[in-house]
């Protein structure tokens, strides 16, 4: 695969605004989605273990309905947020979104058809575990393998994208070529490391579980210090396994002493200091968040090598700017959603600290950011449609009304 090929594969139209924003908003947006992917997955995982031991323990009774229900919030967010980076990586890597969701089409419709099963199957491990008594296990591990799959999947479709020398060869093995759309491929040692996050991740979670509730009279010292215990040693156990797993990525693509790689190393270390001691688990999770926008740089660097040493460098697209749209987008992103999840995480975290019913219309602040979503919302669907019947009108309507009129 040459670079002709690839400049040949891009979009003319150029893109709206410059190659390096798409690229930071891609990092930055798939690292919020894999952390949902994590979350989900752990949860779920550790909530089929709760499950078998809830009837006969009374802190697994209290904490598997929790799991659950979290990894069922986190499926849906991961789903939302996992539009962002495929959107983004689709407008600078036109040739690597396109011919790997060709290759693996039939795959790609698998997917889609999977998550909606898994995600329906997960509900119905959610009613069957209603009774607290180690019910629905297997409908649960049902969801588990089919959530699985479909990261299995996506893994394939994010390393055939990487993969331009051997496009060829995949479209037309042995000289013939091969429309059917199964093409498959997996890199098991990125996938490990992918998965092994899983555990550091639910472990600093449940490490700010515990001391979320800690404040809560519902919530017995002896349970807090169970969560806290758990989380601690799921952390620790976790990352040793992902730092290991992540060396030996690092290495089978030669980039072991690459200054982001030994930055990660770092961050790891610190995530693993601060994990074992426990002493403010917010705090590790701010770390968390910075380590995993490094990991999904490394991700993205890789690419960029591999695609400026084809001959493709995503800083040489053609750039026509296109400063509505990019203010448009920019105020929805930043405004809109900030505004709105603010709004979610405030109702969320008050509903958590208060026992009994939590009565938002009695509280300032909620109450303040409920106002401010609705408005926001509402001034944005009435700009968003003007805008577009304005451009229509202009585009379409006017070019046939306005000869007429004169």
């Known amino acids: 695969m040459d670079a ?4 040949a594969l891009r979009d003319p139209a150029g893109v709206p605004f410059y190659p390096v924003v798409f ?12 952390a949902f992917v994590l979350l989900a997955l752990g949860s779920l995982a550790l909530s089929l273990y709760g499950s078998t031991r809830q009837k006969g323990d009374e802190n697994w009774r209290i904490l598997t309905p929790h799991l ?25 890597y036109d040739p690597n979104w396109y ?8 795959w790609v419709f698998t997917f889609v058809y999977a998550l909606v099963v898994g995600y329906s199957v997960y509900y119905w491990y959610s009613y069957a575990n209603k009774a607290q008594k180690g019910g629905g296990t297997l409908i649960g591990a049902a969801s588990f393998l089919i959530l699985v799959f479909c990261g299995i999947l996506m893994h394939n479709f994010a390393l055939t994208s990487i993969m331009p020398q051997d496009w060829m060869s995949m479209y037309a093995p042995n000289g013939k070529v091969d429309t059917s759309g199964w093409v498959f491929n997996m890199d098991v040692i990125r996938l490990a490391f992918m998965v092994s996050l899983a555990l550091p991740v639910l472990g600093i979670f449940l490490q700010n579980y515990a001391q979320f509730v800690s404040t809560r009279s519902d919530f017995s010292k002896a349970y807090v210090e169970f969560t806290q215990t758990l989380g601690t040693r799921l952390a620790v156990m976790g990352l040793l396994l992902s730092a290991v ?9 030669d980039y072991l002493f690459s200054p982001l790689s030994i930055a990660i190393v770092v961050g790891v270390l610190g995530l693993l200091a601060l994990s074992a001691k426990n002493s403010n688990s917010y705090f590790t999770t701010g770390v968390l968040v910075v380590v995993a926008l490094l990991i999904s740089g490394m991700r993205e660097l890789i690419r960029f090598d591999l695609m400026v040493g084809l001959g493709y460098n995503i800083y040489d697209y053609p ?7 990019i203010a448009m987008f920019l105020l929805t992103f930043l405004i809109m959603g900030g505004v709105g999840v603010a709004f979610l995480l405030t109702m969320a975290w008050k509903v958590g600290k208060n026992q009994g019913v939590f009565d938002a219309s009695k509280d300032v602040v909620v109450s303040k950011l409920a106002n401010y979503t609705l408005g926001i919302m509402t001034a944005w669907m009435v700009i968003y449609f003007a805008w577009g019947m304005g451009v229509l009108f202009k585009n379409v309507l006017w070019i046939k009304i306005h000869p007429l009129l004169l």
């Open 4 to 7: 002709s090929v690839l400049l």
């Open 23 to 34: 690229q930071a908003l891609y990092i930055l947006t798939w690292a919020l989605h894999i």
């Open 68 to 92: 659950i229900q979290t990894g069922k919030i986190s499926v849906s967010i991961l789903i939302v947020l996992g539009v962002a980076p495929l959107l983004f990586t689709q407008v600078i």
């Open 99 to 106: 011919v790997a969701n060709t290759l693996s089409g039939m």
């Open 245 to 253: 797993l992540f060396l030996l990525w690092m290495w089978s693509v």
């Open 319 to 325: 750039v026509n700017l296109e400063i509505p749209s």
